[in-house]
């Protein structure tokens, strides 16, 4: 019975640490499985844009995001904004106020008082330095969601005057009961619905 019982001791063990060893890594509760890569490449100083046709579909936790576009992002952060309260809280923790073009130029930037809160941004400068058109054009604020672990850590280490180069996409995340959170299309617009909402993949 002894000899019986260590080989039900030893099959146990040998059945833990095949379990053990099967286990995936550890991850984001909301990190998508199977997520496509963008391919597009970051420019300095622009901002890239590839629409998808068909839209793609991606569980993401409870979630689900359907990704609109490829996009890509060369831009000073001219402010940020750390949220932990509210739904929208739960897939993005951070929205960045970004500069591109001109808006980058650390000089041009410097001139500007950026106030983030409610998910807006807004700007104040006692002198414009460029044409109010073209701040309105090359900076936004954008909702920010990290796809996986890494990207979670490398944007919550971004300060604001850093430089960043964002890929990945500008998704519409939907809940289970019908809500939606849509991301801007365009560079253009102004005002509410004007945000982008970025699945990051990739912060470089």
């Known amino acids: 019975m002894g000899l019986i019982r260590r080989w039900h001791l030893l ?3 040998v059945i833990a640490v095949l379990w053990w060893m099967g286990r995936s890594p550890s991850s984001s509760p909301h990190t998508p499985s199977a997520l496509p890569q963008p391919s597009l490449l ?4 622009a901002v890239l844009q590839q629409d998808l046709s068909p839209v793609v579909e991606q569980p993401f936790g409870e979630y689900t995001l359907h990704l609109l576009a490829e996009f890509a992002l060369d831009a000073r952060v001219l402010a940020r904004e750390r949220y932990r309260l509210g739904r929208e809280a739960e897939l993005s923790p951070w929205d960045f106020a970004l500069g ?3 808006m980058a130029e650390a000089d041009i930037a410097r001139q500007f008082t950026i106030r983030q809160s409610g998910r807006w941004y807004h700007w104040r400068t006692d002198h414009l330095p460029i044409p109010q058109r073209e701040v309105e054009t090359s900076s936004a604020n954008m909702h920010l969601i ?5 990207v979670r850590q490398r944007l919550d280490g971004i300060s604001t005057g850093d430089t960043v180069r964002l890929r990945g996409f500008l998704v519409e995340a939907r ?9 801007s299309l365009t560079r253009e617009d102004t005002g ?9 993949t990739e912060v470089l």
């Open 11 to 13: 099959l146990l063990v």
């Open 42 to 45: 970051p420019a300095s100083t």
């Open 100 to 102: 591109w073009g001109r």
């Open 146 to 150: 990290p796809a996986d672990d890494e």
């Open 175 to 183: 809940g289970q009961d019908g809500w939606r959170w849509r991301s």
């Open 192 to 200: 509410n619905g004007a945000c982008e909402l970025i699945l990051v």
